[in-house]
């Protein structure tokens, strides 16, 4: 496991003509506040007694007044299609947005969420719709990039030629892993039985993706008290999604044409820090 990284280093960012707000992860611009922050959500008592349908209804109204209504452009652009640069896997957690955590306007992050944040295996009989995003992501998002002109000359004339041809890059190029502290989904994981029945219907099942991580942690921190080993758990189910993801062949075929990075991440949001490693 290597040290913090960012997506792409060794090249700029690929402007995007249809999404030009689009920047590289936690690589933004001094004094820059994307226009999805420019309402920090703000939790008061009146909200909390607020009736669940108006309070989303309020929420809504304040989005259109300070962030669609200010960003006709973005809004515009996103209209015709979407192309977005980061595939995002984060806890279905409700204290951990990635879209607010790190930044990202609409149309920059392809999203996926789910408990614990985990991809599983590639199987195709199984967990489809976890992988029909990885698939949508790394196949299907594209993004036009560059037109051609040809001119002729035939018998002293010069025909000019319309060439309709488009040439076409992949819009996702980085996926990103996101585990966090404090999971309820990796204490449940950690506090797996390895024999008997289960005690949900679902839960279980799911968290055993990350079983081998929890093996390892076990095995080289078994000294450490529960909640340390816990955070532990946190990085190590997220290398285990990150193995699991290069399971899938259309990954793998990208990533061996090195036009796709995969890299793992955690964010600590009792310390307020965020972290980032190579897969």
């Known amino acids: 496991m290597g040290g913090c990284c960012c997506c792409f280093p060794s090249k700029p960012p690929r402007e995007n003509p249809m999404h030009p707000t689009a920047e590289p992860l936690i690589q933004r611009k001094p004094n820059h506040t994307p226009p999805y922050h420019q309402r920090p ?8 007694g607020m009736n669940a349908v108006v309070r989303l209804k ?8 300070n962030v669609y209504n200010k960003n006709p452009k973005l809004f515009e652009s996103l209209k015709k299609d979407q192309f977005p640069k980061y595939m995002v ?45 990885i698939e949508f992501a790394v196949v299907i998002l594209k993004v036009a990039s560059s037109f051609w002109f040809l001119i002729s000359l035939i018998h002293e004339s010069v025909l000019l030629f319309r060439n309709t041809t488009v040439s076409y890059n992949f819009a996702v190029e980085c996926i ?50 529960f909640d340390d080993q816990c955070t532990v758990l946190e990085k190590e189910a997220v290398n285990v999604s990150l193995g699991n993801l290069k399971t899938y062949p259309f990954v793998k075929d ?22 980032t490693w190579n897969a």
């Open 58 to 65: 309020t929420g809504f109204e304040r989005f259109r007044t």
């Open 176 to 225: 990103v892993v996101i585990g966090h502290s404090r999971c309820g989904g990796i204490r449940e994981l950690l506090s797996l039985k390895d024999e008997g029945p289960n005690t949900y219907h679902f839960i279980e099942d799911w968290v055993k993706i990350g079983m081998e991580a929890k093996k390892k942690v076990q095995r080289e921190n078994r000294l450490l008290p």
């Open 89 to 133: 896997f984060a806890c279905a957690d409700s204290r951990v947005s990635p879209t607010i955590t790190l930044g990202l306007n609409p149309g920059e992050a392809f999203t996926v969420r789910n408990i614990a944040g985990m991809v599983p295996v590639y199987q195709k009989t199984r967990h489809c719709s976890v992988g029909s995003a």
């Open 41 to 48: 959500p703000v939790i008061t008592h009146a909200h909390k």
């Open 254 to 275: 990208r990533l061996s044409k090195g036009t796709l990075n995969v890299i793992g991440a955690r964010y600590d949001f009792v310390r307020g820090s965020f972290e």
